[in-house]
């Protein structure tokens, strides 16, 4: 099955590619497949962003488009950055300026209280314009420091059992990511319909 994702983020394109490639399905992003815009994201929640970006991608192309929206939600900061993860640090900010930010932040919180999660809600419009939602999470902590050198965003400061995603392989990072989690769920529901 050939699905488009409603994304030109390579990072993404890459990942999501690597989850879903070994389930039999082909990811193109929507630049390839000739929607070459891109989609303000302005709701409030994840599932929103995703649905606008899906919903976009699929009114163009009418063929099956898959959406996520996923951001950083860290408890001592009451859910920041949330939906504004990427844009956290100002509009044009790179990776490690955003994580700069974050270990600034809580620079004086202690590590009991510096717990976070991914989360990634994904939106998949299938043939028939119907929409399915799945939602995936990753527990973890903020640690101190940068560390590895693998992933993007927050990966490098992000951390599950003493190891940043950073420092994981990617098959690691997959098999316990948010990412990864809604995916997964979003093929067990292709192979139950």
Known sequence: MRVILASNNKNKIREMAQILEPFGMEVISQ????ADFEVEENGTTFRENAELK????????????????SGLMVDALNGAPGVYSHRYAGENATDKERCEKLLSELADVPE???TARFVCEICFIDEKGERHFFTGKCEGIIGTEEKGENGF???PVFYVGGV??????DDEKNSISHRGEALRLMKKYLEER
């Open 153 to 155: 965003g927050y990966d």
């Open 112 to 114: 009991e209280k510096r």
């Open 31 to 34: 630049r390839e497949a000739g």
């Open 164 to 169: 940043s995603l950073a420092e994981m392989t």
């Open 54 to 69: 899906a919903a976009a991608v699929f009114e163009t192309l009418n063929a099956p488009v898959i959406a996520d929206d």
